[in-house]
């Protein structure tokens, strides 16, 4: 047996553990065991594809294998699933229990998640890519359902954009075997880029927007903020932090490794001026700034980060589509640092709503004496969201900046500083209105969250800083994941990057950093003694504080800036979003009327069948 077999072997067993014993008490703590197995066993892998079992249906040959590209997305994937069930297995997964859910069909939706997106990224065909890639969607709709009434509502929400999704990718495999002949990834990669200009637009239309689904681009981004949202505690954290990235993987292996970048830029719209590639390229600049403003204006701290998960994708497509070095380095790394900083601020929001009962950002405020803890978790984790350094997620958007600047795209890396501003706006709205200001009176006398729950959010925390100020510790799995797509490798230090086109030296930095912070804290003690005072006994600004007196403006945090951009929001932008709501729920209308006919399946086999003989022909 391979090593990529004992590795999907563990999965399956981690997954049916899960479901014979998920009513035991110490599950949790066994299937965190068994992720950190899987876990070893992947960092165990030697360099090179590891392969595994391969067979025949119906003439077609199926197989698996695990290059450095799959391995660094099954990196992430475990990771995110091992934080997740960590967090579970102590007095929240026993709260979630005694609260009438079910803490088996939680472990087991994790569980076979993770198996799930293991079996997609170590796809070895076009075939296995799209079974792995319908697992995964069930999968996660089985992780979105389990939170309650409304989160089944969000989840059904999203069926009618995953079967889209599903038809337009079968659709396109359907037509590669016609033009080709082949499912394998290797002739394609040779055949692909050769097809006509009609045939390439036709491929690229399809596989980008089915995959985009899942991935949440634009304009199909509508269901996810709320489907992960509303899933149930750390099970957030994980669909959060790499869920919606294997819509990026998939993305990735069939626009740079089989169609190549420099085919999809041979696609022409206006001719010398813009081309497909640009195309792609504002797609993901409009995913980066539009759904991140879009998060500015939630109330519910699980929305806000939800819709910030969808604008950060935006910056791996648009790193990605650059298609250097640098460029293609930054948003693969951008995958990696966006799953430890999201999955640590889910993990701290819930943490605070295990406390205090809510994630309204209207009903908090002044936790930080209380859950200091969960404070420093939250802040690491919005630095690296902000993209600041010294936090890893700075690192990965300097090197997509610095890609648009080099290459040429002044607008795209205009449209990229913007999301990062608002999203500067949002993370800080985001931490002062949980943890600053004043302590409500009813959250006096509560507690930081116990270790079960805080020592994955410091693990994650930890990973967070580690690789912002150490960024070469991760950029090593980066560059054989670029090698394994045919992308330019980029070239490395422990510290950064070292190249005539820019370098990049976060030692440095962070020393710099830490030392400005030495000489503030030096003038700050040194300056005499201080006296501590309770939050509801304060002065400030001529007045007496006391526990009938809000000083902090925690209620409707951006009421000034939304006097003067709101009416852009009731004008084009709120028509533009209803309009593709009432189409959404039109389809989706349409597909329920259809399966709740008494023969679905041959009422599915025709409408596939008259679609596909509609393109074929």
């Known amino acids: ?39 070893a066993l992947l960092l165990g892998m030697a360099g ?18 695990m290059d450095a590209f799959g391995r660094f997305f099954a990196l992430i994937t475990l990771g995110a699933a091992m934080a997740a ?67 089944l509502r969000a989840a059904l929400r999203y069926v009618p954009y995953a079967m889209g999704g599903a038809m337009a990718v079968l659709g396109a495999l359907v037509l590669i075997y016609a033009w080709t002949g082949s499912f394998d990834l290797v002739l394609l990669a040779q055949q692909l880029p050769q097809l006509s200009a009609g045939r390439l637009w036709l491929l690229v239309a399809l596989l980008v927007g089915g995959f985009g689904v899942k991935m949440g681009l634009l304009p199909f981004h509508l269901w996810q ?17 790499i869920s919606s990235r294997m819509g990026f993987f998939a993305i990735a292996l069939v626009l740079v490794r089989l169609l190549t970048l420099d085919a999809v830029a041979r696609l022409e719209i206006v001719s010398g001026h813009f081309d497909a590639r640009d195309l792609l390229a504002w797609i993901a600049a409009l995913t980066i700034v539009l759904p991140t403003f879009t ?34 380095a930054g948003g693969l790394m951008h995958v990696f640092n966006h799953a430890t900083y999201q999955a640590a601020l889910f993990l701290s929001v819930y943490a605070v709503v295990h406390r205090t009962g809510t994630a309204d950002l209207n009903h908090l405020g002044g936790l930080v004496v209380r859950m200091p803890l ?66 409500r009176t009813e959250h006096e006398h509560i507690r930081e969250a116990p270790w079960s729950m805080t020592i994955p959010m410091l693990v994650l925390c930890v990973i967070v800083f580690v690789t912002g100020t150490a960024p070469g510790l991760i950029l090593g799995w980066v560059t054989q994941a670029q090698a394994a797509l045919g992308l330019p490798v980029l070239v490395h ?86 309009s593709l709501t009432s189409l959404v729920s039109l389809a989706a209308g349409g597909m329920q009327n259809l399966y709740r006919q008494q023969t679905p399946a041959f009422y599915l086999m025709v409408t596939a069948v008259l679609g596909l003989a509609w393109v074929i022909l």
Request: neutral net charge; hydrophobic residues 50%.
């Open 1 to 39: 047996m391979s090593a990529l077999d004992h590795l999907l072997l563990a999965s399956t067993l981690t997954a049916v553990l899960a479901f014979a014993f998920g009513g035991w008490r110490g599950i949790g703590r066994a299937v965190v065991v068994l992720y950190g197995i899987q876990l």
């Open 48 to 65: 090179g594809t590891a392969a595994t079992l391969r067979f025949e249906v119906l003439g077609q040959p199926l197989g698996w294998s």
């Open 85 to 151: 069930a960590w967090f579970t297995a102590g007095e929240w997964g026993e709260r979630y229990a005694a609260s009438g859910n079910s803490l088996r069909a939680l472990h087991t939706a994790l569980a076979g998640n993770v198996l799930a997106m293991l079996l997609l990224v170590a796809s070895g065909d076009l075939l296995t890519l799209f079974i792995g890639w319908e697992l995964v969607s069930w999968a996660s709709f089985l992780m979105m359902a389990l939170g309650g009434e409304r989160a």
């Open 225 to 241: 903020a709320g489907a992960y949202a509303e899933a149930p505690g750390a099970g957030t954290a994980f669909l959060g932090a």
């Open 295 to 328: 998060a500015l204006r939630q109330n519910d701290a699980r929305y806000l980060l939800a819709w910030h998960g969808i604008g950060q994708g935006g910056y791996m497509l648009l790193g990605l589509v650059v298609g250097d070095a640098m460029g293609s």
């Open 374 to 439: 969960s404070f420093l978790t939250m802040l690491i984790g919005i630095i690296g969201l902000a993209g600041l350094p010294p936090m890893n997620g700075f690192v990965s958007k300097w090197l997509v900046y610095r890609s648009l600047m080099i290459n040429g795209y002044p607008l795209l890396f205009v449209a990229s500083v913007i999301g990062t501003l608002g999203t500067i706006l949002s993370v800080y709205k985001l931490l002062h209105n949980t943890f600053l200001g004043q302590l």
């Open 493 to 578: 230090t422990l510290g950064g990057v070292d190249s005539p086109r820019g370098s990049l030296d976060m030692l440095w930095v962070v020393g710099v950093l830490f030392g400005g912070f030495g000489v503030g804290a030096l003038l700050f003690y040194g300056a005499g003694r201080s006296r501590r005072v309770h939050q509801l006994d304060n002065y400030a600004g001529g007045h007496f504080l006391s526990a009938d007196v809000r000083y902090q403006y925690s209620d409707h945090f951006y009421a000034g800036l939304m006097h003067r951009i709101g009416h852009l929001y009731r004008g084009s932008f709120a028509w533009l979003e209803s």
